[in-house]
Structures are given as structure tokens and as C-alpha cells.
């Protein structure tokens, strides 16, 4: 039976892959300056083709959080392009030896890092994203199958074009980065196990949830980014306000805005009205419970805004006892993304990141900062909740895999085995 087309072009990206694999450090660092001079050069035909999409969500009535996503900012292109470039003077992840042992004279054994082979990236909406898996891809010796929802077509064409632009001039080929456009085929493509190596889904709870639930490729990623914010009762109280407005609004479609703020009793009365301010001026609407609306008028929080990720702004407020009620809640209710607490208590501090579950765990700080680009990754292909690695931010790292090496001298396993066995030395040597 002839294969269809999807598989063809899947088998492609496949052999391409293989001779992106044995490139050296230099040619994928010059092929990455060559995608983000292409991308400089073909800005105004991008930010053209995604307001023709903006324009089209408008008309279709898009959901507020993921038009959010798609909408591409003259400053969301730049950062993503400066993205390729930080990505390019990141050191290589290729070839890194990271065990150097003798097991016995003339018997070495390494372990060298290598790609993982072909990776399928399936997102909703943000077209930013071509760029940033595009670049971790060719940097980390990948091949990558990229497919973007159905509103954000006519800009992942047109950055997917301007990527090939560059790699034609360099030796990455140009093959190794390929885009999906039609729906039907993310279900054929989550089939190919034999030729597609790792799923990255980006998108929402139910998209997610189907991409784990529909394929046999393992799959990075998150379901929920419900993340936390925990006022202490030794909060900064002006520090905490700041924290809070720029953890919700600051993007609130993004998966490490808070959803939920919980309030030490003993501060609730000085901090809630005053957070409540800033939080309406920016056009936040808050749910509470009974002790929070004590202190400020708000729609009463019901069991189920706990546990939802609004994407949207919307905040739910909580008024809790003391640290081990919020800690409570947040084993209860959170995702495993990002919690953050305000406090000047050190103890308090200490105990929460210690004992707080999740990839990101902060200290007076905003959960904003959850993002790859900000820990200086370059980019990120996806952010994991998984407890296995790579969990967080996923850059470079999350993309490579090992092999072990081991040469010999005619060694035979014989020699090690039965009553006369030879002992191993198992000495490490010097990297």
C-alpha cells in the first residue's frame, strides 16, 4: 500500500534529521544567525500575515486567551529573534561527555550526549513558537515537525518561509524543519511512532490531554498551569502588591500567571484593600472567599474557581490561617507549575520552597519569571510539570538524550565471569 503524503514528508524530515545530527557546533550556530537575519529581513510580511490572522479570530469570535497568544507584537517578534541569537551562544549540548570510566585496563566507558532524532510540536495559537523550536531544534541536532492551530496559519507560513530562507544559506538542511498545516494530519502524525521520537504539546488542558491521551511517542508537557501567589503575614506589603499585579496581569493568558492569591489572616486587613485597588484599576475581577470579601466587596469564589486555570483576568482570593493551610491548598489545588510566596520570615521562606511540589518554586518574586527565555535558555520548547526530567522550563537540555560508548582491546565479557573472574576496576578517569 503507497504510504500517504504525511508519512512521506515525516520519513523525510527523519533522514534530514540524521545529517543535522552529525553537523559540528560552528555550522548549527551560523545556520541559527542566518534564520534570524531571514527573520529581520521578512519582518513586515510576518507582522502583515499575523495581523490578517488577528484579524480573522476577530471575526470568528476567538477565545480571549488564546487571541492573547496569537496577537505578534513588533517587541514579541524582536524578543523571539533575539531568542535565536541566545540560543546560538549557548554552549553545545551535542557530544558532551559525561561519564569517563575504566572498567578494567583498555576497557573505557562514556556517556555522550547525542540528539533525541525528530520532534513533533503540536500548539495552539502563538506563532512565536516556530521560532523558539525551530532554533532549539537546530541547535540541539533535531528535526522538528511543527504544527500551529488553525488561527495562526497564515503566520507560521510565513515564518516557517523566512526559516528555510536561512537555512538554504547555510549547511543545516532546510528539510529538517517542516510545518503541518492541515488538522487531519495530527492524528496520523501521533501514529508514527517508528519515525517521530518525543510529542511537545502547547495549548489548553483538553488539547493536552488529548495529544497524551491519543499516542504512543512519549509527550512533554503540562495539562494546567494553575500557579499560586502566598502572602505571608511578614510580607513587604507594598513588595507583595507589585508581585501580585505583575503575576496576573502582567500576560494573564500565560500559564505562569497566578490564578489564585492566598492571604495570611493576620495581613488581610492591611494588604487585601489595597491589592483590590490596584488589581480593579487594572480591570482584574475578583472571586473571594467569605473572609476575603470581609475586607473588600467581590464576587463570592466558588469551589470550583480553585481549581481552575482562568487564563484570563480573573483572580481568586483566599484568606487562609497561617503557612501550613496555604501549603495545604496548594498540594490540593496546584498543578506542579509555579508557586511563589512574599515574605520577609526567612524560616517561612525556607519551609515553602522546601516543601512546595511543583517545578518552579519562588521567593518574592512573580511567577512570570517561569519562562526559559528569562533562565537564559535561549528559548523553551514547552514548560514539564512532570516530576522525571526535564521538568520546568525545557530548553536545550530536554532535547538531548545519551548513548554509552565503550572501546576495547578484544575484551570478552568470559573474562569477568566463573570462579577465576577477573574484578573490574571501575575507575573514573579525568573528563
Not at 540528539?115 to 533535531?142: H, T, W, Y
Request: contains cysteine; negative net charge; hydrophobic residues 45%.
Amino acid at each position: 500500500m503507497a504510504e500517504s503524503p504525511l508519512v512521506q514528508r515525516v520519513k523525510d524530515v527523519h533522514a534530514q534529521a540524521r545529517l543535522l545530527a552529525h553537523l559540528n557546533a560552528a555550522a548549527r550556530n551560523e545556520a541559527l544567525e542566518q534564520v534570524a537575519c531571514a527573520l529581520e529581513e521578512a519582518q513586515e510580511e510576518i507582522l502583515a500575515a499575523n495581523a490578517a490572522d488577528c484579524e480573522q479570530a476577530k471575526a470568528d469570535r476567538l477565545n480571549p486567551a488564546l487571541y492573547a497568544r496569537l496577537e505578534l507584537s513588533p517587541s514579541k517578534l524582536a524578543a523571539a529573534i533575539a531568542g535565536v541569537r541566545q540560543v546560538a551562544a549557548l554552549p553545545d549540548p551535542l557530544g558532551q561527555r559525561q561519564l569517563h570510566r575504566e572498567l578494567d585496563t583498555g576497557l573505557i566507558l562514556s556517556r555522550i550526549t547525542c540528539p533525541l532524532g525528530v520532534l513533533g510540536v503540536i500548539f495552539e495559537a502563538r506563532p512565536d513558537a516556530v521560532v523558539q523550536i525551530a532554533s532549539l531544534a537546530i541547535k540541539s541536532g533535531n528535526g522538528a515537525i511543527l504544527k500551529g492551530g488553525r488561527e495562526a496559519t497564515r503566520s507560521c507560513q510565513a515564518i516557517m518561509q523566512a526559516i528555510h530562507k536561512g537555512l538554504e544559506k547555510s549547511a543545516v538542511p532546510a528539510g529538517a524543519i517542516a510545518l503541518l498545516i492541515e488538522r487531519a494530519e495530527v492524528v496520523e502524525l501521533l501514529s508514527l511512532d517508528q519515525w517521530v521520537d518525543l510529542i511537545i504539546p502547547r495549548g489548553s488542558n483538553e488539547f493536552v490531554r488529548y495529544i497524551q491521551n491519543n499516542t504512543r511517542i512519549p509527550v512533554l508537557g503540562h495539562a494546567d498551569g494553575l500557579c499560586h501567589l502566598y502572602v505571608d503575614a511578614a510580607a513587604d506589603v507594598e513588595k507583595a502588591i507589585a508581585i501580585t499585579l505583575d503575576a496576573k496581569t502582567q500576560y494573564p493568558a500565560a500559564c505562569n500567571a497566578i490564578e489564585t492569591l492566598l492571604v495570611h489572616q493576620g495581613i488581610a486587613k492591611e494588604f487585601l484593600p489595597k491589592v483590590a485597588a490596584v488589581l480593579q484599576r487594572a480591570g482584574v475581577e475578583l472571586r473571594g472567599d467569605a473572609l476575603a470579601r470581609e475586607w473588600v466587596p467581590m464576587t463570592p469564589a466558588t469551589e470550583a474557581d480553585w481549581a481552575t486555570e482562568y487564563c484570563d483576568l480573573i483572580l481568586s482570593i483566599k484568606v487562609v490561617p497561617d503557612l501550613d493551610a496555604a501549603l495545604e491548598h496548594i498540594a490540593t489545588y496546584g498543578s506542579g507549575h509555579t508557586e511563589a510566596i512574599v515574605t520577609e520570615d526567612a524560616a517561612a521562606a525556607a519551609r515553602f520552597l522546601q516543601e512546595v511540589d511543583a517545578a518552579g518554586v519562588f521567593h518574592n518574586c512573580s511567577t512570570r519569571f517561569a519562562d526559559g527565555f528569562r533562565y537564559g535558555f535561549g528559548a523553551e520548547v514547552g514548560i514539564s510539570t512532570h516530576k522525571l526530567p526535564p521538568r520546568g522550563p525545557v530548553g536545550l537540555e530536554g532535547l538531548v538524550t545519551y548513548k554509552y560508548q565503550l572501546v576495547g582491546k578484544g575484551h570478552i565479557v568470559a573474562t569477568y565471569s566463573g570462579a577465576n573472574a577477573k574484578p573490574f576496576t571501575h575507575r573514573n578517569l579525568a573528563p
